[in-house]
């Protein structure tokens, strides 16, 4: 549930959306998303952050409750995306004294953004800077590429909280009861997942600090067990597997390599796989896809051959893969194709030009059905995977 008393001065004024369909126009959420913005109450005041303009009207509302009639003096600006930024010009308009806190990167996406005459206005920060509300310090941490060029983080070295901008988010409405890894693991890799070497570094700052909270932009405020998310994001920015177990991707037209897929699937979980994750690449999430590749060490991907090419969806499948530094994986594969099979060729160009991924041999190939050949095939690709 969301709690909108942080501290004694530090309070939640975000907002859940549970009418949008696609966050980022791509993404499934069933149990909405929040967009998260903080108000530090000191002898100065401070806005971190403000939230999609879908959501602007309740924003303001709760941020004018909190306030009790006394004005902004900062306003904290951690990631220009506009699900962060948007309500930004509104903001600024409201209170026209209140200053805005951002990097030598921020100022011009502002412009781009708004036509907002922001003259005398802005507050520049650059790494290592602070900034005193009275008993509240903040202390700005430049985090280029956590996945945009002008992202900061801000530490407040009182209480001992990390403003993280979209560092430590989730799918998922606040007042959503849910595990928090998978939806988390789901949003990384799909949003942040290409930049595992800009997250490294940001970590390594990080760990200089002493943290007992951590305030995403998206998903729940983080008050418990720390080192257990700070070791999730170590894991997946690093591009290690999580889990062991194997994920089956497979295309299929007619049906007749989901058939045999599902058969590998069998072989594989008789053979004593740890875990095995089954998901049609024509139905299910993509996202979620995604994730689970990440999430395991190993992968089989099974596919016809369509048009002389990939079908379509295995295509899209191993370009998101490729784009978000998909590595250090084992993978078999699996081909059809009733007159010129090509996909397994195909598939292995596209996984070579990836960074350490080991090919499982042999390919199993089918032609149109399975054939006493082809259940010899899986039998030695099931003995390389496990």
């Not at 942080?6 to 949008?20: E, P, T």
């Not at 805005?100 to 802005?122: W, Y």
């Not at 990440?294 to 079908?311: E, H, I, K, S």
């Not at 160009?349 to 399975?370: N, W």
Request: aromatic letters at 10%; one cysteine or more; proline letters at 4%.
């Amino acid at each position: 549930m969301k709690d909108t008393f942080i501290s004694k001065q530090i309070r939640y004024i975000g907002a859940d959306d549970k009418d949008l369909d696609l966050f980022e126009s791509q993404y499934i959420i069933p149990n909405g998303v929040a967009y998260n913005s903080y108000l530090i109450l000191d002898d100065k005041i401070a806005v971190m952050d403000t939230v999609d303009v879908r959501k602007t009207d309740e924003w303001l509302q709760n941020l004018e409750g909190e306030l009790d009639g006394r004005t902004p003096d900062y306003l904290v600006i951690s990631h220009m995306e506009p699900d962060h930024g948007a309500s930004m010009k509104i903001l600024a308009e409201k209170y026209p004294n209140m200053q805005l806190v951002g990097n030598a990167k921020t100022f011009p996406m502002i412009d781009q953004f708004f036509e907002l005459d922001l003259s005398g206005r802005t507050v520049t920060v650059k790494e290592g800077d602070t900034l005193s509300l009275g008993s509240h310090t903040l202390h700005f941490v430049m985090a280029p590429m956590v996945h945009w060029p002008e992202v900061m983080v801000t530490y407040e070295s009182t209480e001992k909280i990390l403003f993280s901008a979209d560092g430590f988010g989730k799918f998922g409405a606040l007042d959503t009861e849910e595990d928090w890894a998978c939806e988390a693991r789901r949003y990384y890799f799909n949003i942040v997942g290409k930049y595992g070497a800009q997250v490294q570094s940001l970590l390594k700052k990080a760990a200089a600090l002493d943290i007992q909270m951590i305030c995403p932009l998206h998903g729940p405020i983080l008050k418990e067990n720390l080192d257990y998310y700070i070791g999730k994001y170590n894991t997946w920015s690093s591009y290690e597997p999580e889990d062991k177990g194997i994920l089956l991707a497979y295309a299929s037209i007619h049906g007749n390599t989901r058939k045999a897929a599902l058969q590998l699937a069998d072989l594989l979980r008789e053979a004593g796989a740890e875990k095995v994750a089954v998901t049609d690449l024509a139905r299910d999430d993509m996202a979620e896809a995604i994730e689970d590749a990440f999430r395991y060490d190993r992968m089989v991907l099974a596919c016809p051959t369509y048009d002389g090419g990939l079908f379509p969806c295995m295509e899209d499948f191993l370009h998101h893969l490729k784009a978000k530094g998909y590595q250090k994986r084992t993978v078999g594969l699996m081909e059809n194709g009733s007159w010129a099979p090509a996909s397994g060729r195909l598939m292995k160009g596209i996984l070579e030009s990836m960074k350490d991924i080991t090919l499982a041999e042999p390919v199993v190939s089918i032609k149109s059905s399975m054939k006493e050949q082809n259940a010899q095939q899986m039998e030695a690709l099931v003995k390389a995977l496990v």
